[in-house]
């Protein structure tokens, strides 16, 4: 079983609809990361979350340390959101490296 | 600021041959990775650093080298290519420990038949 699990593996959803893409994981971790990888190819890193919550224009991340859960969430979904959402994180003892989760993929259609 | 380069973008090799992929960045980050991305799979760690002269193994290790003698430059050595190397390579670097953002370079695909 993988430490990091993503929830759905793909995912299409119109233009506008709010979207939901989860990731569980089964280790004790010190941080969490939401990353985007572009159909081109590219990895970009989106958020960094220990608790609680963080926004960044229309995409909010949250983080259930207790229950060992994050959730990523788009708002008023556009098809330039279309792209692979992957979830890694930082396990205790505190180390250097992260650990990744498969990713979802999302395709927003107009 | 260009930010992680990498170079080549593409490249096959025949097994058995040997070749480097380059990353540089220009950030001054103290942390360097190399990872690799199979289908289907998470990227896993094969080598990192955490500075000039200082490397150590990840996840994957086997059949790769590193050598960290900037600050800016880490590059990947592949020793007698196998099938089993076939895959997108991506070199990223962060400030400090990964409760820093990492920022990622734009990956080498890399074919080995």
């Known amino acids: 079983k993988n430490e990091v699990e993503q929830s759905p593996q793909n995912l299409t959803a119109q233009e506008g609809e709010f979207i939901t893409i989860n990731c569980s994981y089964s280790?004790?971790?010190?941080?969490l990361h939401w990353l985007q990888q572009h159909p081109g190819g590219g990895i970009v890193s989106l958020f960094m979350?220990?608790?609680g919550k963080k926004k960044h224009g229309r995409l909010i991340a949250t983080i259930n340390i207790q229950e060992k859960h994050s959730s990523l969430h788009i708002t008023a979904s556009h098809p330039r959101d279309s792209a692979v959402y992957i979830c890694?994180?930082?396990?205790?003892?505190?180390?250097?490296?992260?650990?990744f989760g498969t990713g979802t993929r999302l395709q927003v259609f107009p | 600021n260009a930010g992680v380069t990498q170079t080549p973008k593409f490249r096959i090799l025949k097994i058995g041959q040997s070749m480097t992929l380059q990353c540089t960045q220009d950030?001054?980050?103290?942390?360097m990775y190399w990872y690799r991305q199979d289908p289907g799979m998470g990227l896993k760690l094969i080598y990192y650093?955490?500075?000039?002269?200082?490397?150590d193994k990840g996840e994957v290790p086997n059949g790769y080298n590193v050598s960290r003698s900037t600050t800016e430059d880490f590059p990947l050595r592949l020793e007698l290519a196998a099938p089993s190397q076939t895959s997108v390579y991506f070199c990223?670097?962060?400030?400090?420990?990964?409760?820093?953002?990492?920022?990622f370079g734009p990956g080498t695909r890399l074919t080995v038949l």
């Open positions: 979350l220990s608790s």
């Open positions: 890694a994180v930082r396990i205790l003892p505190y180390t250097d490296k992260l650990i």
């Open positions: 280790v004790g971790i010190s941080a």
């Open positions: 990223a670097s962060s400030y400090y420990r990964v409760i820093h953002e990492q920022f």
């Open positions: 650093s955490v500075g000039a002269g200082i490397t």
């Open positions: 950030m001054n980050h103290n942390y």
